[in-house]
């Protein structure tokens, strides 16, 4: 029988520290996060044990210069007793027993010493803890180095109850000891700390951190504060908001203040809040608080109810987390509505300058897009209106709108010309809100409407016309049939467009493909021609109708010289492709150039015919 002998794992602590240095943390300023965090903990542990101690306060003290600059950081708090330190400093990465023990209590408090104590090996070569718990009356001293040695004593000396850490600069790390360093550090971190944070240099000391604030507990109290919480989001956000909605959740464990930018902001932009768990600022480049489409807004968040990541610089993404972003979404809803009802000049200067973003919020909630469609504005034929305005325009008739940017280009003029209400639908949400009106109100019909459609208001040609330009046209549809495309002449306004293609939804189906397949590799080409084969069953032909208004198509139609009927004719498709921004294959490329140069060689030859 083999002997199986049992090894214990060897810890390098050094390596540990280059992780936290490198990889875990986003910045080695964090140790002060760490050190004020388990200071207010101390101090918040302390304070639950009742009794008449003096009000919390952590106290910060430079002193020295250069590398032998040294940081103290002090609180009052709870202490940690001799088996504390054995517990909390000595064993890394242990986890702490639950049970009535305070500073064991997971819930109640987020910062540890261990893991985040380790931080300060990332700017010191030594850190010294001296403390004395409120529970014992010794006074005790732990040393350690990040070679994993350390040192435990008791002193002499009677300690006042708390706990003081002792940071000597680590060569390289003159940067995070510079007193204005320290304060940005300390007020970034601690601003909403419910305790004094004391700063103390060359015998100087101020307060660091914003005073406590009732309004934390209730945010609505945020409404009688205008002017106070605008100039908080200044020196927190760093940005002059001109309006605020206050955020808080059911249970009131998450509040915060969601501040509406001052200026348009782009969809893709990144939604960057500024979270505080427990009091201490997790991250001020939160992504995933606020609901996506919230993206007019830049919040300040506080919670005890999220989860951090192990950098506590992040939050899990996981139920609780899900619960908290729709239920602050509601509120900034709900604030919305109620702005609809009793201040509608306010919310109409907020939807004229974030329209996309409340129309994003429409197409999720058919109730606000009840309350707030009227607003909404869209791009018409006639000119850009609200869409209260172009309901009453319509007059009781359906709104016809298309679907795509593209298909609005093509008809645009030919409609205005004919005092045709066209809606751009094409922008992103405007058909989802149009399609939903009839929902929200049965009155309010929206219909699509194609290049196709706008043709059938054209004039006919009288039968003397079309036995007239019979042969020129047979010449124009041998000249596009390669392009899968038809020619028709129309009279139609304005008489300044000579011409108007239209494509069915399946033929464009097709000539994406068909475009597709020219760029791709030749196993993805094979994928697209079997697919191909199904569409083209249904894809029928595109359309290019010539206005016989127009001074230049009339010229085309009296030419006798087929070549020249056939140029004009490849040159007005590739025109029109061009006017209604659809790209062109290597075909239709080739088209372009061959026709300009057949004009500009017949025009030098034979300048008499230009």
Same mark, same amino acid.
């Given at each position: ?6 090894? &214990? ?8 520290? @280059? ?26 542990? *302390? ?38 330190? %054995? ?44 403390? &004395? ?19 435990? &004593? ?116 990144? *939604? ?6 427990? %009091? ?68 109409? %200067? ?35 209106? #609200? ?50 009106? %009839? ?7 929206? #219909? ?57 939804? @399946? ?53 006798? @010289? ?49």
């Amino acid at each position: 029988m083999s002997q199986t002998d049992e090894y &214990r794992f060897q810890v390098n602590l050094g390596g540990m520290i @280059d992780i936290l240095a490198n990889h875990l943390y986003s910045s080695p300023r964090v140790f002060i996060r760490e050190v004020l965090q388990n200071a207010t903990d101390a101090i918040t542990a *302390r304070k639950e044990l009742g009794g008449t101690a003096a009000e919390g306060k952590v106290t910060v003290e430079l002193s020295g210069s250069g590398e032998q600059q040294v940081l103290m950081i002090q609180d009052n708090g709870i202490g940690l007793t001799e088996e504390d330190i %054995h517990r909390f400093l000595s064993i890394i990465g242990q986890s702490s027993k639950k049970g009535t023990d305070l500073l064991a209590s997971e819930t109640s408090f987020i910062g540890r010493f261990g893991i985040g104590l380790l931080s300060c090996f990332m700017v010191s070569d030594e850190i010294v803890v001296l403390t &004395r718990s409120v529970k014992e009356g010794v006074s005790m001293e732990w040393r350690g180095k990040p070679d994993g040695t350390y040192t435990i &004593r008791r002193l002499e000396t009677e300690l006042p109850v708390g706990t003081q850490i002792y940071l000597r600069c680590k060569p390289g790390s003159e940067f995070y000891y510079e007193p204005a360093q320290v304060e940005e550090s300390l007020f970034y971190y601690g601003a909403l700390l419910p305790y004094p944070v004391m700063l103390s240099v060359d015998g100087e000391t101020k307060r660091v951190n914003l005073p406590s604030t009732s309004w934390m507990r209730d945010p609505e109290q945020l409404r009688s504060r205008r002017g106070e919480v605008l100039e908080l989001g200044y020196r927190l956000m760093g940005e002059r908001f001109g309006d605020f909605i206050p955020l808080r959740t059911a249970s009131g464990r998450t509040g915060g203040i969601a501040f509406i930018l001052p200026r348009s902001i782009n969809l893709n932009s990144k *939604r960057l809040h500024r979270v505080y768990l427990k %009091h201490m600022l997790v991250s001020d480049k939160a992504e995933n608080v606020l609901p996506e489409w919230a993206f007019f807004i830049k919040s300040l968040i506080w919670t005890d109810e999220l989860q951090p990541t192990a950098s506590r610089e992040y939050f899990y993404e996981n139920e609780q987390l899900d619960a908290v972003r729709s239920e602050l979404g509601t509120c900034i809803r709900q604030e919305l509505l109620r702005m609809a009802e009793y201040e509608p000049d306010r919310l109409q %200067h907020w939807i004229r300058l974030h329209e996309l973003s409340m129309k994003a919020l429409a197409v999720e909630d058919d109730e606000f897009l009840r309350i707030m469609h009227r607003w909404f504005s869209f791009e018409s034929t006639f000119g850009r209106r #609200e869409l209260s305005e172009l309901i009453r325009e319509a007059g009781g008739r359906p709104l016809h709108y298309t679907s795509t940017v593209d298909e609005y280009r093509q008809i645009t003029h030919v409609a205005a010309a004919q005092s045709m209400l066209v809606i751009n639908g094409g922008y992103i949400y405007d058909t989802e809100i149009l399609e939903k009106l %009839h929902w929200i109100d049965p009155a309010l019909q929206a #219909e699509r409407l194609s290049p196709e459609d706008v043709s059938l208001s054209f004039t006919g040609l009288t039968q003397e016309e079309r036995e007239q330009y019979y042969s020129v046209l047979r010449v124009m549809d041998a000249a596009l049939q390669p392009m899968r495309c038809r020619t028709e002449l129309k009279r139609f306004e304005p008489a300044s467009l000579p011409v108007l293609y239209t494509i069915s939804q @399946d033929a464009l189906t097709l000539r994406s493909m068909e475009n597709t397949v020219e760029e791709t590799t030749a196993l993805f080409s094979n994928v697209l021609d079997s697919l191909k084969a199904g569409v083209q069953q249904n894809a029928g032909y595109s359309t290019l109708y010539f206005n016989l208004n127009n001074p230049v198509v009339a010229r085309i139609f009296e030419a006798t @010289d087929p070549q020249m009927i056939t140029a004009a004719t490849e040159m007005m498709y590739v025109n029109a492709l061009m006017m209604g921004h659809y790209p062109m294959n290597r075909n239709e490329l080739g088209l372009m150039n061959r026709s300009v140069l057949h004009f500009i060689n017949w025009g030098l030859g034979n300048g008499q015919n230009t």
